[in-house]
């Protein structure tokens, strides 16, 4: 074989690799491509801790048999309450007083006026709860003595500060507000008969 031909096989192979780089090159960039819309198309897909996720509307769900309402017989439970009888206000204003009172019935200084408050009155008017009722102005006009004994024990700043703390409970109030409402419909109703 000669140069020429030498030549001509080397410029044949040079051809065949160089159009063999071409396709390769052509290959390389069409699976480049492919590669970069694939990767465009899963960032467009929200990722948690790179497991993508995708916002694809579910699956509606076949709706249930509806279920026909068939309604208990039990016992009607009304929401309001029937309003209290005036006795059983009566009563509950005095149970509520003489709670408040049982509270305090350890304190020496309440002790103390509510011995006075007997000793005086001859056990008419026992404790506080004597004096938080209706009849205070009866009691008061039959009993003056009471003013004394109230006068006596004021002048102690400890005996002061247990009534201001037993008026200042908005529970007491109440009750004596009620006993003394209660008295006074009963005397209006007294004097329209």
């Given at each position: 074989?000669?140069?020429?031909?030498?030549?001509?096989?080397?410029?044949?192979?040079?051809?065949?690799?160089?159009?063999?780089?071409?396709?390769?090159?052509?290959?390389?960039?069409?699976?480049?491509?492919?590669?970069?819309?694939?990767?465009?198309?899963?960032?467009?897909?929200?990722?948690?801790?790179?497991?993508?996720?995708?916002?694809?509307?579910?699956?509606?769900?076949?709706?249930?048999?509806?279920?026909?309402?068939v309604p208990q017989q039990e016992k009607e439970i009304f929401l309001g309450e029937e309003p209290l009888s005036t006795e059983m206000q009566i009563q509950q204003a005095q149970e509520t007083i003489q709670s408040i009172l049982a509270d305090y019935r350890d304190n020496p200084?309440?002790?103390?006026?509510?011995?006075?408050?007997?000793?005086?009155?001859?056990?008419?008017?026992?404790?506080?709860?004597?004096?938080?009722?209706?009849?205070?102005?009866?009691?008061?006009?039959?009993?003056?003595?009471?003013?004394?004994?109230?006068?006596?024990?004021?002048?102690?700043?400890?005996?002061?500060?247990?009534?201001?703390?037993?008026?200042?409970?908005?529970?007491?109030?109440?009750?004596?507000?009620?006993?003394?409402?209660?008295?006074?419909?009963?005397?209006?109703?007294?004097?329209?008969?």
């Amino acid at each position: 074989m000669s140069k020429t031909s030498y030549f001509l096989i080397g410029v044949i192979i040079t051809a065949l690799l160089f159009m063999g780089a071409v396709r390769g090159y052509e290959f390389y960039e069409r699976k480049a491509a492919q590669w970069e819309a694939e990767r465009e198309a899963e960032a467009s897909v929200f990722s948690f801790q790179n497991v993508p996720l995708t916002l694809a509307p579910p699956t509606p769900e076949p709706p249930s048999r509806p279920v026909l309402f068939v309604p208990q017989q039990e016992k009607e439970i009304f929401l309001g309450e029937e309003p209290l009888s005036t006795e059983m206000q009566i009563q509950q204003a005095q149970e509520t007083i003489q709670s408040i009172l049982a509270d305090y019935r350890d304190n020496p200084d309440l002790r103390a006026f509510n011995q006075d408050l007997r000793n005086e009155t001859q056990g008419v008017a026992v404790d506080l709860s004597s004096l938080s009722g209706g009849d205070l102005s009866v009691l008061l006009r039959e009993n003056p003595q009471i003013r004394d004994v109230f006068v006596q024990h004021m002048r102690n700043p400890n005996f002061v500060k247990t009534v201001e703390q037993i008026l200042s409970n908005p529970q007491f109030a109440q009750s004596v507000q009620t006993l003394q409402q209660t008295k006074s419909s009963a005397i209006t109703k007294k004097t329209a008969k």
